[in-house]
């Protein structure tokens, strides 16, 4: 069974520019997470989608960020402009029950 | 303060030492407790869930000390395969969220 996938693995972007960040959770799976870890602090919860709907966006740190999960099955994550601190690694979960399952992140360098 | 404290490390270990992690928690609706592990550049993977009564998979033994916010980690005959970094994870009390201390490395040499 295919785990938690994410692309781009790695992406380099200047300021200002777009980048959207794609995950394919596990097939079945309702819940789908979106978190991330910028140099030096810890993994931090961003969103959390409950099939379409967006349950908890708490931890979205400004309105540069947008996330999709259109019918329920995959999800992106868009940075519109990125800046300097958003390079870090994104880290998609997703889980049906207690469980979450990360995939191996998007590596986000914006210079 | 953060959500979730835990000594950064490096703990530096030889193989076949006994290792001891420590984490306190601030949120105390917090209901779920984990162990995390991440290697270099790789996603978290569940460890181990921590419950009250403590358990135990193998070399690890997780335990919960919900009155003192503390959970704890001990690793026994360290391999060279358990080098990593060890997350100490909680929910927020919404069951959903989880919160991430920022990990302690461990580094077993031979």
């Known amino acids: 069974e295919a785990g938690v996938t994410q692309f781009p693995s790695h992406s380099v972007i200047e300021k200002g520019q777009t980048v959207t960040l794609r995950c394919d959770p596990i097939s079945g799976h309702d819940n789908l997470y979106w978190y991330r870890r910028v140099m030096g602090k810890e993994i931090k919860f961003l969103l959390h989608?409950?099939?379409?709907?967006?349950?908890?966006e708490s931890g979205m740190p400004n309105n540069r960020f947008l996330a999709e999960r259109t019918g329920g099955t995959y999800s992106t994550l868009k940075v519109q402009p990125a800046e300097l601190e958003d390079s870090g690694v994104y880290f998609c979960?997703?889980?049906?029950?207690?469980?979450?399952?990360f995939g191996e992140g998007s590596w986000l360098t914006v210079v | 303060r953060k959500e979730v404290e835990q000594d950064p490390g490096p703990f530096n270990v030889p193989e076949g030492a006994t290792v001891a992690f420590n984490c306190t928690y601030s949120n105390s609706a917090s209901q779920s407790f984990f162990w995390y592990r991440q290697d270099c550049r790789k996603e978290p993977k569940l460890l181990m869930s921590v419950y009250s009564s403590g358990n135990e998979d193998g070399r690890f033994t997780a335990q919960l000390n919900r009155a003192s916010q503390y959970i704890s980690l001990l690793i026994r005959d360290s391999k060279l395969s358990d080098s990593a970094t060890y997350l100490c994870?909680?929910?927020?009390?919404?069951?959903?969220?989880?919160?991430f201390g920022t990990g302690t490395r461990l580094l077993v040499s031979p």
């Open positions: 979960a997703s889980s049906q029950d207690s469980t979450i399952y």
């Open positions: 994870v909680v929910n927020d009390g919404s069951f959903q969220k989880l919160v």
């Open positions: 989608f409950v099939k379409e709907s967006k349950q908890d």
